[in-house]
T-cell receptor
């Protein structure tokens, strides 16, 4: 059972376009994280959101945690080729989870063409 | 800072062979975990450890063993390799004092089982 549904799975856009990646679940999470992974490397943390309704900004990236803490979104404004990579959302379950035991979405492979 | 170091980077095995993937971290993190990443499947948790001497199973533990004799090291053993274990393996660590399950990943070990 995939607890975290991430969409879209693939996204190919032109430089300068905006995009949104979604991460949805029927489960409640105590926190949710977004990672970015480049080929041949491990995922690297972008942001952690903890509070329902929380919005965090990282330059051109805006992250939002749903009010009910079941979903999250990542919005990129004016995408650049350097944004190309695999974006992963990961949630820490409220019950039954422990530190370092995260549920990952399947990822969104983003390609930004010049 | 070295962070999380995984060896080997690449490995080819024949069906039935055994091997150990090594993972070491120098951040004094209590929590360590192993994930496998397969196309279209995202990251799936194999085993995790909340401290030296303590390990537990994740989502896909069959065919793998782990031990945690020291805080720094968390090796993953494949007892009798099968083609279904062809994957990219990631080791990660986290510090409970850091909060919110923030994972630091190694660069990965790509395993092919023929």
């Amino acid at each position: 059972t995939q607890l975290l549904e991430q969409s879209p799975q693939f996204l190919s856009i032109q430089e300068g376009e905006n995009l949104t990646v979604y991460c949805n679940s029927s489960s409640v999470f105590s926190s949710l994280q977004w990672y970015r992974q480049e080929p041949g490397e491990g995922p690297v943390l972008l942001v952690t959101v903890v509070t329902g309704g929380e919005v965090k900004k990282l330059k051109r990236l805006t992250f939002q945690f749903g009010d009910a803490r079941k979903d999250s979104s990542l919005h990129i404004t004016a995408a650049q080729p350097g944004d190309t990579g695999l974006y992963l959302c990961a949630g820490a379950r409220v019950r039954g989870g422990s530190q370092g035991n995260l549920i990952f979405g399947k990822g969104t492979k983003l390609s930004v063409k010049p | 800072n070295a962070g999380v170091t995984q060896t080997p980077k690449f490995q080819v095995l024949k069906t039935g062979q055994s091997m150990t993937l090594q993972c070491a971290q120098d951040m004094n993190h209590e929590y360590m975990s192993w994930y496998r990443q397969d196309p279209g499947m995202g990251l799936r948790l194999i085993h995790y450890s909340v401290g030296a001497g303590i390990t537990d199973q994740g989502e896909v533990p069959n065919g793998y063993n782990v031990s945690r004799s020291t805080t720094e090291d968390f090796p993953l053993r494949l007892l009798s390799a099968a083609p279904s274990q062809t994957s990219v393996y990631f080791c990660a660590s986290s510090d409970p004092k850091g909060g919110a399950n923030v994972l630091t990943f190694g660069a990965g070990s790509r395993l092919t089982v023929l």
